[in-house]
């Protein structure tokens, strides 16, 4: 019983003070950074085809300058959080270039495609969270703290596009962790429905203190006995180990020319809008290597757990507002000045603006969704229509003028349209957290250990 609760409880290993300082501070600075990028593609607003391609020129230069002086400044480290951290932004930056100028050629084959119109398909908030990764030690490693001695650090990056971000730094990850858990919040704006995450993880072996082998046991007699031989024996030797070492050699050869650390993909995972929840899940991470046991490579389970929540703009932000005329099913009499408003899958009517203005309770809410019937009243103007549900009625609009009618059409159709698209996101409103937030604080609430352990239950192995 002792050693099932030693096995539940995860322990942290101990740091330097100053270290787990440091690394709190760089974490609050790449949260913030990830956050002050999120709102700034948020606002960006859609440029004609030769501005964005100048933009991302510049994205592309400022990333190359990057990789450049990292580059410079890995070579320069001397303590290890910072090497590994140097390298890690080397290899984030070096995959922003790579996409960047991907969506630039995309960019410059779609020149002079025509211009976007009225009523275009909602985009959302997305943010994955909670992103918990368990290891799979062998039960003598763990449970009895013996054997395997391998320390690791370890992190992911999350990309949909040219929106690249990266978790903070684990490290180090031995034997005595259950699981690697990333406290952050990594938030992409305007994704469509269509949209898919890929999730990478990486790792790097800091230290391996078991990794004698009966390879480098002989290699280190042989090595011993050439000091009593002959030398033409001793080449003859020499070459013979060299052959049979050959595949070491050249690793170490590798690794001298590459400076700095070098991450490995551990295993990949996509995320698309059915992954999406209110609750934390767990999903299938694709492992890169096709054995498990590599002494370079943590042991995996092959499962992650993560929140993916999706929050389409449309649900918070009003896609049209304006001044209409209503008319109810059996009324005769328009109700003029009524102000109305466009959003999360319904109109909202106010008898004027005064009260929308003063953050009032609507009179009247009518729904807009896949089921709605919205037709061109037609009128001795042409300036009017209808929306109906089944169970509600019908309601008609009265609007200004013959061009406010075909705007209004255009966004009543595409929005009923975006229901259907967005699907569980529209039925079920999500909480999309901000990179500033602190889910293992504010989340935690509730979830006891007994329920930890029953989610990991229900993972498929």
């Not at 230290?207 to 033409?232: G, L």
């Not at 042409?382 to 309601?395: H, L, Q």
């Amino acid at each position: 019983m002792n050693t099932i609760r030693r096995g539940l409880k995860r322990k942290e290993p101990g740091q330097d003070p100053e270290a787990e300082e440091y690394q709190a501070g760089l974490n609050q600075f790449q949260a913030a950074v990830r956050k002050r990028e999120s709102i700034r593609l948020k606002l960006q607003v859609s440029s004609a085809p030769g501005v964005m391609e100048k933009e991302l020129r510049n994205k592309i230069n400022i990333e190359e300058s990057v990789c450049k002086g990292t580059a410079k400044f890995i070579s320069a480290c001397k303590n290890e959080s910072q090497v590994l951290e140097a390298a890690k932004n080397l290899l984030l930056g070096n995959l922003r270039v790579d996409m960047l100028k991907f969506e630039l050629n995309k960019i410059r084959r779609g020149r002079g495609s025509p211009a976007m119109k009225q009523g275009n398909p909602s985009y959302a908030a997305v943010s994955l969270s909670d992103v918990r990764i368990p290891l799979l030690w062998r039960p003598r490693d763990h449970m009895q703290d013996t054997g395997d001695s391998r320390r690791f650090a370890i992190f992911c990056i999350a990309r949909v596009g040219a929106q690249i971000y990266d978790t903070g730094l684990v490290h180090p990850v031995d034997r005595n962790s259950t699981d690697v858990t990333f406290p952050d919040v990594l938030l992409f704006s305007k994704m469509p429905p269509y949209f898919e995450l890929k999730l990478e993880l990486y790792s790097y072996l800091l230290s391996d203190n078991s990794m004698v082998t009966t390879q480098a046991k002989i290699a280190n007699s042989f090595s011993r006995a050439n000091k009593s031989i002959s030398k033409a024996v001793g080449k003859r030797l020499a070459r013979t180990m060299r052959e049979v070492n050959g595949v070491k050699e050249e690793e170490e050869d590798k690794s001298i020319k590459h400076k700095g650390p070098k991450f490995d993909l551990l295993g990949t995972a996509t995320l698309r809008l059915d992954d999406s929840g209110e609750d934390v899940r767990s999903h299938e991470l694709y492992m890169e290597e096709t054995e498990n046991d590599h002494p370079r490579l943590p042991p995996l389970f092959g499962q992650f757990c993560a929140r993916l929540a999706v929050m389409p703009y449309c649900r918070e932000e009003a896609v049209l507002v304006g001044g209409l005329g209503v008319k109810g099913e059996g009324i005769t009499t328009w109700q003029e000045d009524c102000w109305v408003r466009l959003m999360d899958w319904k109109l909202s009517l106010w008898s004027g603006v005064e009260q929308y203005e003063q953050a009032r309770s609507p009179t009247r809410c009518v729904r807009v969704d896949q089921e709605t019937t919205i037709k061109d009243g037609g009128g001795s103007e042409g300036n009017t229509f209808t929306v109906e549900n089944y169970g509600e009625g019908k309601v008609e609009f009265l609007c200004p003028t013959k061009e406010s009618k075909v705007m209004w059409l255009a966004h009543l159709y595409q929005h009923a349209c975006d229901q259907r698209r967005w699907r569980q996101a529209a039925v079920h409103k999500m909480e999309v957290l901000s990179p500033d937030t602190r889910p293992s604080l504010a989340r935690s609430q509730g979830k006891t250990r007994s329920k930890l352990v029953l989610m990991y239950n229900e993972t498929k192995i």
